[in-house]
């Protein structure tokens, strides 16, 4: 079963495009990544589902459009449409993305342990909140949700392979949350 600590947000699917089951989406990465990915996967039903994308060819700018496996009609293809599009975190491309953090998009370090630089352990990773003008952290700190500026400045070092991020907290931010 995939899981969504598993996946990046790389684009969503907008419309169907013509009765034969094809799709167009929009994409946050170039569109030729998609070759060299297994699959794209989509949430539905509250389950990640792969995707296995039969051909593809741009449209317009970031819009691309999708002939996917198993997805013949305007039938199957109305079950995507405005749905999010990930892929395999170990599958992508790091320098394809627009991203923070030494290239990678910030939902790469959800599931990520913070510790501020003193080695403390500040929570989990949850989530990204994208919104506002200056990307936030949410952390999971014994159930309760703090927020973290999501910026490079003050990222010390992140470890990929145990899913750590130390980061050089300012004095009393923590405290701002509570």
Not at 140 to 157: K, N, Q
Not at 162 to 171: A, C, S, T
Request: net charge negative.
């Amino acid at each position: 079963m995939i899981t969504r600590d598993e996946l990046i947000a790389i684009g969503h699917y907008n419309k169907p495009h013509g009765v034969a089951g094809e799709i167009s989406a929009t994409l946050d990465v170039e569109w030729d990544l998609l070759r060299e990915l297994s699959c794209l996967v989509s949430d539905i039903d509250g389950i990640y589902v792969p995707f296995f994308v039969n051909a593809v060819r741009p449209k317009s700018g970031d819009t691309v459009l999708l002939t996917i496996d198993g997805v013949g009609n305007e039938k199957d293809v109305a079950r995507l449409v405005n749905r999010d599009i990930y892929a395999l975190k170990r599958e992508y491309r790091q320098e394809s993305i627009d991203a923070d953090a030494d290239g990678y998009p910030l939902d790469f370090f959800i599931g990520f342990e913070l510790r501020d630089s003193d080695g403390s352990r500040v929570g989990e990773i949850t989530d990204v909140d994208e919104q506002t003008e200056n990307a936030i952290f949410i952390i999971d700190r014994d159930g309760t949700d703090l927020m973290v500026p999501a910026t490079d400045d003050l990222i010390v070092e992140f470890d990929v392979d145990n899913k750590v991020m130390v980061m050089d907290l300012p004095e009393g931010l923590l405290d701002l949350n509570g």
